[in-house]
Each structure stands twice: as structure tokens, then as C-alpha cells.
């Protein structure tokens, strides 16, 4: 006999066991602000949970977390945009623009962070989905249907991503080009 | 494509072994914030829901006792807007994304799903939100200065420049909104192109 499928409640255990530092991460890089980040946090987990309430099976479990983390964060994005006179840029646009910093050794693991996060968070969200996945170490087959952006564009996306971080952390900068 | 150079790979794990916050929330935790949640919402829409009605109660007040006709199409006409406009509020409100439809739908597609609502929304101030009430107020306008006509002038004067200003403020309002619902449809076609080249 079959195994029942897991309940709303089992499935969340189980994604808040095994994504709970991924869904921190991705909080942190679409908000800047500690006490807005706890509470980008939270609706992520209360989408989380109310969304398994749907949960078919359809897509993989990985995907539909990150689909559900990113979706709520890109309305958070949208919603703060609106109070916010922020401008966000895209990959092709910061591959063009040289960066003061820009070749810098950046062998301080917590410097690099900060660099890292500064950049993220500069870029329109679907770029930072792109790069966010990229980071976590995400194939470019998952990254197109956490995003839906083609394969090839995918490809396209994280070859400039590769560019921009090799230009801008690697020392002596100017690689990849 | 660029290989994969041991600094971006040393940038991933940087990245990965960030440190943690170690901000957790039990089952029960989120079922009660969710909860919380939920009664919020049901508070607000009550709230818009008593005071449109409070609105409509007393615009029925006016129109029962009034004895002119035209006056009686006024207020009558001003109900009927307000009821469509709270019947728009509750539509759209209905019709933001689930949690689950989240999971179903990619970045691509929420993000323009999102940017078209907001599109569609700034898009129909005027002739969802502010347009529903004018014929009712021209009709009450014209059936004041008609029922006072000793007060004639002082009416068509005060009707003129409060009208005037409400003019210029209903241009402005569409005018903004235009440009923004432009802003949206650039970033929409954007997203399209994306689309396009799957």
C-alpha cells in the first residue's frame, strides 16, 4: 500500500529543517533593513505553510519553495518600491558600468559579503532570483524553471554574473572579458 | 560561457556560509501568526465595508426625505456609484495571488502577473473609483441650484469654482496615473521580450 502524501504541516517541517538558512539568506538580499528582513521572513514561512495546502507535486519540492520565497519577496520588493525611490538596475546594465572598487582584494570573507550583498541588492528582481539561485549553487536547468526565463537566456544571464563577480572580486580584476 | 573560476566559487560560499541569524518558527507559531493574519484582513475589508455602508445609509436617509424629484435622482445615482465602486474594491481585492498559486507560477510569470495588476489598477481610478460617483453629484448640483433659485448666483458661483478645482484635481490625478501605468507597461514589455525568447 501506498504511502499517504505528507500533510501541510509534515511538508513545512520538512522545508523549514533543510531551507531554513537558504530562506534567511534570500531574505537578507532583498532586505536591507534587520526588523523588515525578520518580517520578510515570517510571510515567507506563512506563504510557505498556507502554499502546501496546494502543494500537487507537479513541479519538485525545491522549486516550489524557491517559486513561493521569491514571489513573496519580489511583492515585498514591489510594495517597498513604492515608499522606497530606489533605482534597480539589470545584469547587462551593472556589466557595463566599471565599479569603483573594482579589482580590489577583497580576502576579508565578511568584506566580501557585504560587497556581495551590496551588489545583489542593486539588481531588478528577476536578476536577483537569477543570481540569488546562481549562489546557492543552482543548475542552469533549475534556475530557468524557478524563474522562468529560457535556457538560453539563462545562460546568458550567468555568463555576465560570472563576468561582473569576476571583474569586481577577483584580484586585479578585468577577467572574463 | 565563462568556466567556473575558483573566485566565484569561493564567492559561493561565502555566500552560503553566511552568518545565521537562527530565526525559526514552529507549526504552531505560524498557524497562529497566520491566523493573525487573516483576522487582520477580515477587520480591514469589515471596516471599508461599515463605512461604505454608513455612507449609503445616510445618502438613503437624504433620498427618503427629500421631496424633490431630481434631488432623489441624485442621491440615488450617488448610491448607485458607491455600491459599484465597493463591488470593484472587493473584486480586486479578491484577486491577489494565493499562496499556492505562488508555488505554480515562475518569477517571470508572477512578476508580470503583479506589474499588469498594479497597471490595471492605477489604470482605472478614473473610471472605476472616481468616475462611478459624477453623474449623481452633476444631478445633485443642478437640483440644489433649482430647488434655491433665490440663491441662485452664490450657488452657480461656489458650483463653478469648487467644480473647477475638483476638475484640475481629477486631471492631475489621471495624468499621474497615466504616466505610472506607462512606467508599468515598459517594464511589462520587458518581461514579454523574455517571454518571447523561450
Redesign the interface.
Known amino acids: 500500500m501506498p504511502a499517504p502524501p505528507p500533510t501541510q504541516?509534515e511538508l513545512?517541517?520538512e522545508v523549514?529543517e533543510t531551507y531554513?538558512?537558504a530562506l534567511?539568506?534570500l531574505a537578507?538580499a532583498y532586505e536591507a533593513d534587520a526588523e523588515a528582513r525578520?518580517d520578510l521572513?515570517?510571510d515567507i514561512?506563512?506563504?510557505?505553510?498556507?502554499?502546501f495546502?496546494?502543494?500537487d507535486g507537479?513541479?519538485s519540492l525545491r522549486t516550489?519553495v524557491y517559486?513561493?520565497a521569491?514571489?513573496?519577496a519580489?511583492?515585498h520588493v514591489?510594495r517597498q518600491r513604492r515608499h522606497k525611490s530606489q533605482t534597480l538596475v539589470g545584469l547587462e546594465e551593472l556589466e557595463s558600468v566599471p565599479d569603483h572598487r573594482e579589482g580590489e582584494l577583497t580576502a576579508d570573507?565578511r568584506q566580501?559579503?557585504e560587497r556581495?550583498m551590496e551588489l545583489v541588492q542593486t539588481l531588478k528582481?528577476?536578476d536577483r532570483?537569477v543570481i540569488l539561485s546562481?549562489?546557492?549553487?543552482l543548475d542552469a536547468a533549475s534556475i530557468g524553471?524557478?524563474?522562468?526565463?529560457?535556457p538560453?537566456?539563462v545562460?546568458i544571464k550567468?555568463?555576465r554574473i560570472?563576468?561582473i563577480?569576476?571583474r569586481r572580486?577577483?584580484e586585479g580584476g578585468r577577467?572574463?572579458e | 560561457m565563462a568556466n567556473e573560476s575558483p573566485p566565484n566559487d569561493r564567492l559561493k560560499s561565502v555566500w552560503q556560509n553566511q552568518p545565521s541569524e537562527g530565526i525559526r518558527m514552529s507549526v504552531d507559531e505560524i498557524r497562529h501568526r497566520a491566523g493573525k493574519f487573516h483576522k487582520k484582513i477580515y477587520w480591514r475589508n469589515a471596516l471599508e465595508y461599515v463605512a461604505s455602508l454608513a455612507v449609503v445609509v445616510f445618502f438613503a436617509f437624504e433620498f427618503w426625505r427629500t421631496t424633490d424629484a431630481l434631488t432623489r435622482v441624485g442621491f440615488g445615482l450617488f448610491i448607485a456609484g458607491l455600491v459599484y465602486i465597493v463591488g470593484q474594491l472587493h473584486r480586486k481585492g479578491s484577486s491577489r495571488s494565493l499562496p499556492a498559486e505562488m508555488g505554480l507560477a515562475s518569477g517571470l510569470d508572477f512578476f508580470r502577473r503583479e506589474l499588469e495588476r498594479q497597471r490595471d489598477l492605477v489604470g482605472s481610478v478614473w473610471s472605476l473609483y472616481m468616475g462611478p460617483l459624477i453623474p449623481g453629484w452633476v444631478v445633485l448640483m443642478v437640483a440644489l441650484a433649482r430647488t434655491n433659485p433665490g440663491h441662485l448666483r452664490l450657488i452657480g458661483l461656489s458650483f463653478t469654482v469648487f467644480n473647477l478645482f475638483a476638475a484640475l484635481v481629477f486631471v492631475l490625478i489621471w495624468r499621474l496615473n497615466l504616466w505610472a501605468a506607462r512606467r508599468l507597461q515598459r517594464r511589462i514589455d520587458e518581461l514579454n521580450v523574455l517571454q518571447g525568447q523561450r
Not at chain 1, 514561512?45 to 502554499?51: D, K, V
Not at chain 1, 546562481?134 to 549553487?137: A, D, M, Q
Open positions: 504541516d513545512y517541517r523549514a531554513d538558512a534567511e539568506r537578507r525578520r521572513l515570517q514561512h506563512i506563504a510557505l505553510w498556507r502554499s495546502e496546494g502543494f507537479r513541479c516550489w517559486r513561493v521569491h514571489n513573496t519580489a511583492s514591489l570573507r566580501a559579503l556581495l528582481p528577476l532570483q546562481y549562489l546557492e549553487g524553471e524557478i524563474t522562468g526565463i529560457s538560453g537566456n545562460a550567468i555568463h560570472k563576468n563577480l569576476a572580486f577577483q577577467h572574463g
